[in-house]
């Protein structure tokens, strides 16, 4: 510690002789010292080649605090009489100002040119209107942003109109022109539905050519047999399979089964066991050929660990055959 | 161009002469004209800085002489000093020839209304000047001559920083290519005055 404070006093005094020697060197560059002073001076720098460069730099920095107008108003008049007397030297002054002039005005452009550059990065029109891609390429992009938007509109009208819908299609593995929702299977974006209300059957104009392969059935609310709120599921000639989605609210139990049969029947015509509740489902899929057009009752099984079971939902479900 | 002027002297600078006072610079022939362009700067300085209009002629007349004490076979022991008081007498002598003909104060008023080059033609010569500079010169020299106040000083510091220098020999560098620039700067002015 106190070696650093050592060094720090010898640093401070070494900065004050700096500082004082400079200030004797614009002394002598101004001729504010006597005529013995100066003598010394002169006989000290053709010796010291370190002092000499000193006085060189001194004599520059003089040069640009005058140009500048950094001088006091007492060295300013000194500067003035004593050392800008020759032609030579007001060239000097002149330089420094031009210097400054120019190193200013060249990192104004650079700085303008780098705001520039920052302000078209910000603006997207900006970006746009670049040449980069050329005036084509700009308006495709322009395009292809205005499809987006549109095409998110439409998906959020599709959306909104759906969510009273609890029917839905899953889009085969294989994409197909003829696979696609129909108004009776129309995909559903929210599966988790409380209320389980059947929309009417509709048909577009081309249902008949776009036909799923799997319909899929999401019963989320109170599955009646009524014919006006029964939730129905169309079959068409290549739906292989109908996929049931049961909402449930107990989702406790470690397994749950599903059985469907005919409503006017006492056979089975499907059960699966094991299954698993996800996200408050039970899903299982029914081939198409266990399945005919008419009313169908489902019934889901709870299984505990101890191997009791119990019913969580029970409901029915109607089928169309369409060709 | 020197040696033509020197032959106009009373006494002609021959190359012996020469010779034997690069000999006391340097016995490496190559660092003795290093030396002597030093020692011949350091002569421009001085007259210069005694407010002598002509201080080439007087610097180029000091190194004559002393080349020709030299060659006459005086013993100099002490180069610089002695070069100093040779230079101190030639800047009397001719300060006193200077008296006689004008009042050296009234003449260096006069200079001081003279007319400058146009400033359009220096900056026009200067920008040419920092492109003869190499990149990082030329970038030196715009970065210690912009900004001011504050952000001069960090910039100075930055540019130090950069290089891996102090600030006093940044000052050092700043100030040789300032000398550069202005040779070059003197030579585009008298050349643009040439062609007019």
């Known amino acids: 510690m106190a070696g650093f404070v050592t060094i720090q006093r010898e640093g401070i005094f070494r900065l004050n002789e700096l500082l004082e020697k400079e200030e004797q060197l614009i002394s002598y560059l101004l001729r504010d010292m006597s005529e013995a002073e100066r003598k010394e001076i002169a006989q000290q720098f053709f010796a010291d080649d370190e002092l000499f460069e000193q006085l060189l730099v001194v004599e520059n920095d003089l040069i640009d605090r005058y140009a500048r107008g950094k001088l006091s108003a007492e060295k300013e008049r000194l500067f003035e009489q004593s050392y800008l007397t020759t032609q030579p030297r007001r060239n000097r002054v002149a330089t420094a100002k031009a210097l400054i002039q120019t190193a200013t005005e060249s990192r104004v452009a650079k700085k303008n040119s780098q705001e520039t550059k920052k302000t078209e990065k910000l603006s997207l029109l900006a970006w746009l209107r670049q040449p980069v891609g050329g005036i084509a390429w700009a308006r495709g992009v322009v395009a292809a942003l205005i499809l987006f938007a549109v095409l998110i509109v439409v998906i959020l009208l599709w959306m909104n109109r759906n969510q009273k819908s609890n029917e839905i299609v899953e889009t085969p593995p294989k994409p197909s022109p003829s696979i696609s929702p129909t108004p009776d299977n129309q995909p559903s974006p929210s599966p988790l539905n409380e209320e389980n209300k059947n929309t009417p059957e509709k048909k577009t104009p081309d249902a008949e050519t776009q036909k799923p392969l799997i319909a899929t059935l999401l019963i989320s609310g109170n599955a009646g047999r009524d014919g006006g709120t029964t939730p129905t599921a169309t079959i068409y000639e290549n739906t292989s399979a109908v996929r049931l989605q049961i909402k449930i609210k107990d989702t406790a139990y470690s397994s749950y089964s599903v059985t469907v049969r005919r409503a006017s029947g006492t056979r089975d015509v499907w059960t699966q066991e094991n299954l698993e509740a996800t996200k408050g489902l039970v899903a299982t899929t029914i081939p198409s050929q266990n399945l005919s057009q008419g009313d169908f009752l489902f019934v889901v099984e709870g299984k505990s660990d101890d191997g009791t079971k119990e019913i969580v939902k029970e409901g029915y479900f109607k089928i169309k055959i369409s060709k | ?196």
């Open chain 2, 1 to 196: 161009m020197r040696e033509t002027q020197r032959a106009e002297k009373k006494w002609a600078l021959s190359q012996e002469a020469f010779d034997s006072l690069l000999i006391l610079l340097d016995s490496d022939r190559e660092l003795a004209g290093i030396k002597y362009e030093k020692l011949r700067l350091k002569l421009l300085k001085y007259f210069e800085w005694m407010n002598s209009e002509t201080p080439e002629s007087l610097a180029d007349e000091t190194l004559d002489r002393v080349a020709r004490k030299l060659y006459e076979g005086s013993d100099i022991y002490n180069l610089e000093s002695y070069v100093y008081s040779v230079a101190k007498n030639i800047l009397f002598e001719f300060k006193r020839k200077e008296n006689k003909e004008v009042i050296a104060h009234g003449e260096y008023n006069t200079n001081l209304h003279s007319t400058p080059e146009p400033e359009s033609e220096r900056l026009v010569c200067l920008k040419k000047c920092l492109n003869v500079l190499s990149n990082e010169d030329k970038e030196i020299i715009i970065c210690y001559y912009e900004e001011e106040k504050h952000e001069k000083i960090e910039s100075r510091k930055q540019i130090a920083s950069n290089l891996g220098v102090t600030l006093t020999a940044l000052r050092v560098r700043v100030c040789r290519l300032r000398a550069q620039i202005e040779v070059c700067l003197n030579q585009c002015l008298r050349k643009s005055v040439n062609e007019k």
